[in-house]
Nanobody
Framework: QVQLVESGGGLVQPGGSLRLSCAAS????????MGWYHQAPGKQRELVAS??????YYADSVKGRSTIFRDNAKNTVYLQMDSLKSEDTGVYYC?????????WGQGTQVTVSS
């Protein structure tokens, strides 16, 4: 079993920055894909960024404003979000995936508001 624990969410003003962290523990399959989904209020969950050894993905909504990176020694993935907008508000869920096995964190709330 794999456990994912997110941190780093909070309230930030428009134009500000946040760094989300997701630490994995347990029987972590490798190699794997880790990343983040965003669920805005009243909307479906959307993949915003992911990283697999050798490749990364960014949704158009965050491209140029966010950076995903991982520390393999700590089994942790980070999402650095800059130039935050009100539409970035929502819950951010971390995931880890390898083939059909998929694991999720509990989510961390990000609120962008003045």
């Amino acid at each position: 079993q794999v456990q994912l624990v997110e941190s780093g969410g909070g309230l930030v003003q428009p134009g500000g920055s946040l760094r989300l962290s997701c630490a994995a523990s347990g029987s972590i399959p490798s190699p794997n894909t880790m990343g983040w989904y965003h669920q805005a209020p009243g909307k479906q969950r959307e993949l915003v960024a992911s990283t697999t050894p050798g490749s990364t993905y960014y949704a158009d909504s965050v491209k140029g404003r966010s950076t995903i990176f991982r520390d393999n020694a700590k089994n942790t993935v980070y999402l650095q979000m800059d130039s935050l907008k009100s539409e970035d508000t929502g819950v951010y869920y971390c995931f880890l995936r390898r083939y059909a096995a998929e694991y999720w964190g509990q989510g961390t709330q990000v609120t962008v508001s003045s």
